[in-house]
């Protein structure tokens, strides 16, 4: 049968069953790509692989969790769901409850998000509040309505959003069969290096792995709040996605680093955007800002001679390295556009054009 999204292929990891009603819009599945330029790092053997979470439905990884949330929500007969969001949890947020015929809610900090995102949860149909703070304070305010009213809170707070996304961490070990040495993710709020964890670990519960891989998460500079051991009062970063200074699942993020023995480091807005650009240029794919930290990771780690040092598991030649690409470039096409020489205008002069072309 053609593929029918994360709940059908991997329901006996999810926490559903007979009665739950599936919504979906065929998530994940996702590419995972071997990046030709990359994986050129000098001084030692690695395949980098790029699991494109942009290519989801709503164009991020937060589908993932958004079919097992919304689903559980129907069975559960609620009438709607309420998010906190970045963007892109809206986005999804908003494009689920369309199919499940649900009301959706979502509180955005003003001015903060990208353009695309926007674009999605309203022409979906959520009611969209953008308050005057930041996604802190959103996510306290949806705290603290959902603990009054009977309204389902789809943050990664609800552990069915953790439970569905794991799901691309098996993806990625049903496609390599094993597990990566390493994975770099981005994180904000960081449910995701959670759910990653989680989906490693069960795999290697189970046998279908045998190692586990290192957990390399990255923050934003300006909005550092695990790496600096402190909240931030006021996180600022052009990732828009990861601008966050209280991440909700902070502990969970510690504890995957730990017990993988990996890091949570942080990159600049400039090393950001470098890495940007090179996957664009380099790789020919496009993501939104806050997916290139995973990247910008990686090339600081390497410049840091931070691989040379370090030993393959199972003794391969080859380290093997995933770097989660969380969102599509498409959402914040004027960050694109803000870090790019402007096309040359010129009249529609035959002569004129070829010499500019350098024919
Ligand atoms: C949500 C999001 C993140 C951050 O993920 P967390 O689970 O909050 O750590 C990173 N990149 C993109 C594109 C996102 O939408």
Known sequence: MSYQGVIK????????SEKT???TLQEGNTPLVLAQSLSKMPGKNVEVYLKYEGLNPS???KDRGMTVAVSKAKEERAQAVICASTGNTSASAAAYAAVALMKCVVLIPKGSIALGKLAQALIHGAQVIAIDGNFDDCLELVRQI???YPITLVNSLNPNRIEGQK????EICDVLAEAPDYHFIPVGNAGNITAYWKGYQEYKKIGRIKHLPKMCGFQAEGAAPIVRKQVVKDPQTLATAIKI???ASWKAAEAARDESGGLIDLVSDQEIISAYKLLAAQEGIFVEPASAASVAGLLKLAKNNYFCKQKTINNKQTLRIVCVLTGHGLKDPERAIASIEQPKVLPANLKTVIKEIGL
Do not use: D, H, M, Q
């Open 9 to 16: 292929r991997y329901r006996w990891y999810l926490p559903v």
């Open 59 to 61: 164009g991020s990884f």
């Open 245 to 247: 200074g209280n991440p």
């Open 167 to 170: 799901t691309a961490a098996f």
């Open 146 to 148: 959902t603990k009054e």
């Open 21 to 23: 009603p599936i919504i």
